[in-house]
């Protein structure tokens, strides 16, 4: 991953892309802070925990960006936004994801709310396996209305 994001740089240097460059050097200045901060070299899950934390940052400024009417900033959000998405993998479909849900309730004892973390952490396990990314409100919410 570290790789493709300095080919990626390298390309909007060239290209003189400079929404890309700017979304590339901030992911690799995040990648760079963990690394020092915690004296590690990163592994590529740690990269895509990163890339989501920036996702979500830029939606919360979104929103921001959004009720406070500023367009110009709210276009340019949208275009970081969909730059970042290209390294993070892709979420799985809903359905894909009720049908391992109900699958892993099947399996418990006891079907009530109690389980609702064990489900949880069960259903993302089996998600990530699969090479999919989870977003855990979503997931939270699929697992409670199957629960109830």
């Known amino acids: 991953m570290k790789t493709r994001l300095m080919n ?4 909007s240097m060239k290209a003189k892309d ?3 460059k700017a979304v590339v050097t901030e992911i690799r200045g995040a990648i760079k802070n963990k690394e020092i901060n915690e004296k590690i070299e990163v592994t590529d899950a ?5 890339i989501q934390k ?3 940052e830029m939606h919360e400024s979104l929103d921001a960006f959004e009720k406070a009417g500023n367009a110009e900033q709210v276009a340019e959000l949208k275009a970081r936004l969909e730059i970042v998405a290209t390294y993070l993998p892709k979420e799985m479909d809903e359905a894909e994801m009720k049908a391992i849900i109900e699958k892993v309730i099947e399996d418990l004892d ?8 064990r489900t949880i952490a069960s259903v993302k396990s089996q998600v990530e396996g699969a090479g999919f990314l989870v977003n855990g409100g979503k997931l939270s919410g699929l697992v409670k209305a199957a629960l109830s």
């Open 110 to 117: 006891d079907k009530s709310m109690k389980n609702m973390g």
């Open 46 to 50: 740690q990269i895509t925990t990163i």
């Open 8 to 11: 990626d740089f390298k390309e």
């Open 54 to 56: 920036i996702q979500k």
């Open 18 to 20: 400079a929404t890309r």
